[in-house]
């Protein structure tokens, strides 16, 4: 189980370093949130698994319901983010407002 809970922790980490990369080299805001959002939950997933192997039944409730947590909030905290840099006004990266019509059917 020590070596499974090893091949976790290793592959949790490496999607970690995998989105830090994304982030910095991604140009959008959109990009770089997309890279942040998938993959950190993933990332966190994949050592928790690993880390409940190696440390008993106790720590691997208490990492059941931080997943749990962290896979329910980071989407919503992801898509907030989202609609905050769509609405703080056009950028370069945003050729076409495909959002526009909405948002101004919304706001009447």
Do not use: C, N
């Not at 931080?66 to 840099?85: D, E, H, I, K, Q």
Request: charged share 15%; aromatic share 8%.
């Amino acid at each position: 189980m020590t070596l499974l809970g090893d091949v976790f922790l290793l592959a949790g980490g490496i999607v970690a370093v995998i989105a830090a990369v994304g982030l910095v080299r991604f140009e959008s805001p959109y990009a770089r949130m997309h890279a942040a959002g998938k993959a950190s939950p993933v990332a966190f997933l994949l050592a928790a698994v690993g880390a409940s192997l190696r440390l008993g039944w106790e720590a691997t409730a208490q990492l059941a319901v931080a997943s749990a947590a962290l896979v329910l909030t980071v989407p919503v905290g992801v898509y907030l983010l989202f609609r905050a840099v769509h609405r703080s006004g056009p950028g370069a990266w945003l050729q076409v407002d495909e959002l526009a019509p909405a948002e101004a059917r919304v706001k009447d």
